[in-house]
């Protein structure tokens, strides 16, 4: 029992280097297979069109394939995120014959620039392009992740009533928190003197920056509204 045990001792951290040099050969792995509706929107398994099988990851994301639930191949590409949810890099839609359907590149969840396309004989349709430019500037109203003031929105008030004192009356404010957190269209509804606005919308204008609203991962722009009670 003595000479097995020193035998284990021995071998043991030989075995422990092994599989740890695998599991890295391996890479970062995708989260377990998800289920898809048929606009390829998360859904419940009882629900789903299809179903996204996980693969691993490396330099340019992770990559994963999308089958309908019958086994059939739909698309494979590439995501931004390890729970494969943002399509980011090269991706090909397939009919159920196996011939390529369409193929070209997403960008942060959105496809982008030419896409090729073929009918379901394999013929060539017209290309189409896809402009990211006008998402740009979209203002969100309501995004994934709200912007967050540095202690909440309550911190905000207090700030504003330090700078300027309480307000009365329904005052609202309302701005736009950019990308980078800073605030723009910074307007003030319900003060009884105008000036009194001017000095909220300043003291509002002249506050920390805001952590900044995402959607899809991404920071967006979004428009809030505050009450100053």
């Given at each position: 029992m003595a000479r097995i045990s020193e035998s284990l001792n021995s071998t043991m951290p030989t075995l422990l280097a092994t599989l740890l040099l695998v599991c890295l050969s391996l890479g970062p792995v995708c989260a377990q297979r998800s289920y898809l509706d048929g606009g390829l929107e998360p859904t419940s398994k009882g629900k789903a069109a299809f179903y996204l099988e996980p693969g691993a990851g490396d330099a340019s994301g992770w990559s994963a394939q999308i089958f309908t639930m019958a086994g059939v191949l739909k698309a494979k590409g590439h995501y931004a995120d390890a729970e494969c949810k943002v399509p980011d890099g090269r991706f090909v839609f397939f009919f159920p014959d196996g011939k390529v359907e369409s193929?070209?590149?997403?960008?942060?969840?959105?496809?982008q620039g030419i896409w090729a396309r073929n009918d379901k004989w394999g013929r060539e349709l017209a290309e189409k392009v896809y402009d990211l430019a006008p998402l740009e500037n979209l203002v969100y109203t309501i995004a994934e992740t709200m912007p967050q003031y540095p202690g909440g929105e309550k911190a905000m008030v207090r700030y504003v009533r330090e700078k300027v004192g309480k307000s009365r009356g329904d005052v609202m404010a309302s701005f736009i928190v950019e990308k980078d957190g800073?605030?723009?269209?910074?307007q003030v509804v319900g003060a009884n003197d105008p000036r009194i606005a001017d000095q909220i919308a300043s003291a509002i204008s002249g506050a920390p920056h805001w952590e900044a609203g995402k959607q899809d991962g991404q920071p967006v722009r979004v428009q809030m509204r505050v009450p100053l009670k």
């Open positions: 193929e070209g590149n997403y960008a942060n969840g959105y496809k800073h605030l723009s269209d910074v």
